[in-house]
């Protein structure tokens, strides 16, 4: 399903192309430009709702691999008597720092925070993108100036308000991806009855999470000024910046879901050591 909807949405901007191909050909109205604008924006949406079907199937799979590995490492591990003290500490691996407990730790409070807001994210951001493509049908056939202006500022400050929203969706479900990981590193080593090694946030993730709110904020700025310039007097001045404005907060964004999928890759790295250094040591 991820994959058919990405692909959709490829089509979708595919679609726009020829339209303003013919367009710039003069074999269209160039009134024909306010929709497709609309519509190749749900064509990015709709490439991001493809990639959050696609991480909630990992979310998924995710999961089957806990219970694999839970099933199967207490047979092969190797068999050692438990250590009498165990020094719960801090302690050094060759992915940084982690913490060396009695219980599995229970979820950070961003990783929480993930797992219930990316689905009203998910949910709210395709609303917002086709709310911004039907203001541009809309404008396609108003004639009179200021309510053009006017359309054409709410409809880039929506649309892009809605893929702001798509990217923080598609951010919340990779920590939802990181708090599985934790939490069901943790339960595996516990049902082992050993001690849990569990990796600390590591400064990739203190900076994803810097960018996917900062990115967010700077996408409800441009939601507000395009608001504002909706009414000016010169809105072709207002028009000049924040159209970088809003690029700018999807970059920001796209750039914190570089540094989460890093985060992921050494977190699986640091799983990996502990999984081979149980199966070594047994403990």
Request: proline share 5%; net charge neutral; hydrophobic share 55%.
């Amino acid at each position: 399903m991820g994959v058919a909807t990405g692909l959709g949405g490829v089509a979708l901007v595919v679609a726009t192309l020829v339209v303003n191909v013919l367009v710039a050909s003069g074999r269209a109205d160039i009134d024909n430009l306010l929709w497709t604008f609309g519509l190749t924006t749900v064509g990015f949406g709709t490439v991001k709702a493809g990639i959050a079907l696609v991480l909630t199937g990992i979310v998924v799979r995710l999961w089957m691999r806990v219970d694999a590995v839970e099933a199967a490492l207490p047979r092969l591990r190797a068999r050692v008597e438990p250590e009498a003290h165990v020094p719960y500490e801090e302690i050094e691996t060759p992915f940084g720092r982690a913490t060396l407990t009695e219980r599995a730790p229970g979820l950070l409070p961003p990783q929480a925070m993930a797992r219930i807001m990316w689905k009203p994210m998910i949910l709210m951001g395709p609303m917002l993108v086709v709310i911004g493509l039907v203001l541009s049908l809309i404008n396609t056939g108003a004639d009179d100036p200021e309510t053009r202006q006017a359309l054409a500022a709410w409809t880039q400050g929506t649309q892009f308000l809605g893929e702001a929203m798509l990217l923080a969706g598609i951010s919340f479900l990779l920590g939802t991806i990181l708090a599985g990981l934790r939490e069901g590193g943790g339960e595996v080593q516990q049902s082992l009855g050993i001690a849990v090694k569990t990796l600390r946030m590591p400064a990739s993730a203190k900076a994803f999470l810097a960018l996917m709110f900062g990115g967010f904020l700077l996408g409800l700025a441009q939601f507000v000024l395009y608001g504002i310039a909706a009414y000016v007097d010169d809105p072709a001045t207002w028009f000049a910046w924040l159209g970088p404005m809003r690029e700018l907060s999807l970059g920001i964004l796209l750039s914190g879901i570089v540094l989460a999928l890093f985060t992921i890759g050494t977190v699986l790295g640091f799983q990996h050591w502990r999984i081979k250094e149980i199966l070594e040591t047994g403990r």
